[in-house]
């Protein structure tokens, strides 16, 4: 019995050290996550402003001159 305690608690220890490794990747990856989302942000922003000045600021409905 004592022995059958012994290997519990040790498997146990190795659980709780692997959810707390786990718990640090989760959280760390959270982070990047949320750093990319507005770097992804920033560049959808800065791609529609350079369509913007490559349509020269015309509206899409409105036709160019050479039509």
């Given at each position: 019995m004592?022995?059958?305690?012994?290997?519990m608690e040790?498997?146990?220890?190795?659980?709780e050290e692997t959810i707390t490794t786990l718990d640090s990747v989760v959280t760390?990856?959270?982070q990047e996550l949320t750093a990319l989302k507005a770097r992804l942000?920033?560049?959808?922003?800065?791609?529609a402003e350079m369509v913007e000045e490559a349509h020269g600021?015309?509206?899409?409905?409105?036709?160019?001159p050479h039509y």
């Open positions: 004592e022995d059958r305690l012994t290997k040790v498997k146990i220890s190795y659980m760390e990856q959270a942000s920033q560049i959808e922003k800065r791609m600021g015309l509206p899409e409905s409105e036709r160019p």
